[in-house]
């Protein structure tokens, strides 16, 4: 069975420009989560999509981050414009739900300069 | 707000020996908590869980244990191996979906 896979590993952009992250999580699971980690802290939720919908959003930290789940099966992160506090590693992880582990993703490792 | 967290941020064991990493956790209405492996580059991966209605798990090699008086959790790792080192975190489920995690623990095997 594949993982949760996400694209790209590493991305390095300037302050102000654009950055989109995409998750694919394990098939068949119509949980997908997306969660961050900055400057060695603890791993912080950001967003929970129950198939297309959003569920909780509660965690994203402000009006630049906008995620997406169209169709219910992959979904994007996209930063805009980024800032240089977004620097950290972005997870996506993935569950089947009904108090089921999260799958996690390797990572994308954003570095905004 | 409540959170977990993490008793120590390092640990170093010679490799052979047992490992115990602690977590304390502050919300008490927590029901459901996660053991977390990550390893350099990777993403966390799931080691073992433990439900509120029990003190005691063990799986190959490591055992959660939850105290709810004093709300600790522990993870021991038996027989310590070099693939063992890495970053270990523990979660706390909330709302049944959203993770509450600790700092982390950085474990280093010394060969």
């Known amino acids: 069975e594949a993982g949760v896979t996400q694209f790209p590993s590493h991305s390095v952009i300037e302050k102000g420009q654009t950055v989109t992250l995409r998750c694919d999580p394990i098939?068949?699971?119509?949980?997908l989560y997306w969660y961050r980690r900055v400057m060695g802290k603890e791993i912080k939720f950001l967003l929970h999509?129950?198939?297309?919908?959003?569920?909780?959003e509660s965690g994203m930290p402000n009006n630049r981050f906008l995620a997406e789940r169209t169709g219910g099966t992959y979904s994007t992160l996209k930063v805009q414009p980024a800032e240089l506090e977004d620097s950290g590693v972005y997870f996506c992880?993935?569950?089947?739900?009904?108090?089921?582990?999260?799958?996690f993703g390797n990572g994308t490792r954003l570095t905004v300069t | 707000g409540e959170s977990v967290g993490l008793h120590l941020p390092t640990l170093s064991v010679q490799e052979g020996d047992n490992s115990i990493i602690n977590c304390a956790y502050s919300?008490?209405?927590?029901?459901?908590f996660i053991w977390y492996k990550q390893e350099s580059g990777k993403g966390p991966q799931f080691i073992i869980d433990?439900?509120?209605?029990?003190d005691k798990r063990q799986g190959q090699r490591v055992t959660v244990l939850l105290n709810k008086t004093v709300k600790h959790l522990s993870l021991q790792i038996a027989a310590t191996q070099p693939g063992d080192s890495a970053v270990y975190f523990c979660?706390?489920?909330?709302?049944?979906?959203?993770?509450?995690f600790g700092a982390g623990t950085t474990v280093t095997v010394r060969a």
């Open positions: 992880a993935s569950s089947q739900g009904g108090g089921s582990p999260l799958h």
């Open positions: 999509f129950v198939k297309e919908s959003k569920q909780d």
């Open positions: 098939s068949g699971h119509d949980n």
């Open positions: 919300n008490s209405a927590s029901d459901y």
């Open positions: 979660a706390e489920n909330k709302d049944d979906y959203k993770l509450s």
């Open positions: 433990i439900r509120s209605n029990m």
